[in-house]
């Protein structure tokens, strides 16, 4: 074994110095660390871990997109309809027939099938009893409303009759849901020029 010369080293020990000075600069120089991936950028465990948020991801968007389209086939879906009036509606809570309320379904004239074929329930949403409840309930309106503020005010005032006349006062933070077939008949007897109908909401 033959043995280094003094000279040897010293060069070693200097290319070793210089080295570590040139590493130690080099980190001196790089960006702040934020995320443990960016130490170890090929570390296995994150690739993992990568590859299974990944997977679970996709697997929730597909379930979310199963949940939508099972969502609007049951909103296309008017089966749960017993008077044969009702029409679809844009959520499942909506979904509500005169038929399942035992309160509204008591109030059906036998001869008749729906609560909107009932005389009382069409003089509660003509025109001019939705007027006055308007009216009564925009006491401090200080100007005429425009034709669509006023349609969806005589819509709101033939709903809130129709709620009264079945429930009683609910009280302003209280709201129950109101059949589909009463629904479908406010609108068309006040349809909104724009289309933005609102429901019992």
Not at 29 to 53: A, G, M
Request: charged share 25%; hydrophobic share 30%.
């Amino acid at each position: 074994m033959q043995n280094m010369s003094l000279q040897e080293t010293a060069i070693s020990c200097t290319s070793h110095s210089n080295e570590e000075e040139d590493l130690l600069n080099q980190m001196r120089i790089w960006p702040e660390i934020r995320k443990d991936e960016d130490c170890f950028p090929k570390n296995v465990l994150h690739s993992k871990q990568r590859l299974h948020d990944t997977r679970q991801k996709e697997a929730t968007q597909e379930i979310q997109a199963q949940s939508e389209q099972q969502l609007n086939e049951d909103v296309a879906d008017i089966r749960w309809c017993g008077c044969g009036n009702c029409t679809p509606m844009p959520s499942l809570i909506e979904h509500l027939c005169c038929h399942e309320q035992p309160i509204i379904f008591s109030k059906i004239p036998d001869e008749r099938n729906c609560i909107t074929e009932c005389k009382f329930f069409n003089e509660l949403i003509s025109r001019e009893r939705a007027d006055l409840n308007f009216k009564m309930t925009t006491l401090g309106l200080r100007k005429q409303p425009n034709d669509a503020e006023y349609t969806r005010g005589l819509r709101k005032a033939s709903y809130r009759n129709f709620s009264v006349w079945i429930y009683g006062n609910l009280g302003t933070s209280r709201t129950k849901p109101i059949p589909s077939c009463v629904v479908k008949v406010i609108r068309s007897s006040f349809p909104d020029p724009q289309s933005k109908n609102i429901g019992f909401l």
